[in-house]
């Protein structure tokens, strides 16, 4: 890829994250949309993505192989299910500069730990029959998840949220 056809995607890259409605994306869904862009649909994948996100100081890249799920229950969820329930494999990116607020701080954390608990409710839904050992992982691990949820919604309770997306 030239010079300009990168510096081209830095600036697609920032506009995307300058408008996103999240302080945070994953790459894949920046990868997704520019792949969208007719000049652009054919030179991308996610790696020349991250490699140019790489080069610029203005970005940063964290690291989130999704292991808030265990492996037996990604083995029960297909990938397009883990991705629809708000789990995305792969690092995500933000703006050096653009500094979330309190309220997208919080926002964040109690959507992960919703979403976290709907997951596990849903692979608990789709359990295989006659396992123990996954019942009592999925147990323990929705027990853990409604208490993350309670302890989130006690500190935060001040701060202005969604009370309607409680997760459980």
Sequence with gaps: MNRKMKNQVKEKITELLTNADFFMVPVEWIHN?????????????????????????????????????????KAMLSHDEIKHMGFNDGPRVMLT???????????????KANQTFKTLKKAWDIRPENNQQIEDQLLKALAKSQKLQRELREVFKEETVDPNNDGG
């Design 33 to 73: 949309t520019l792949s969208k862009d007719p000049e652009l649909s054919d030179k991308l994948s996610t790696d020349i993505i991250l490699e140019i996100i790489k080069e610029e100081k203005k970005f940063k890249i964290f690291e989130s192989p999704n292991a808030e799920l265990s492996s037996d229950i």
């Design 97 to 111: 500069d653009r500094i979330p607020t309190n309220t997208e701080l919080i926002e964040f954390l109690l959507n």
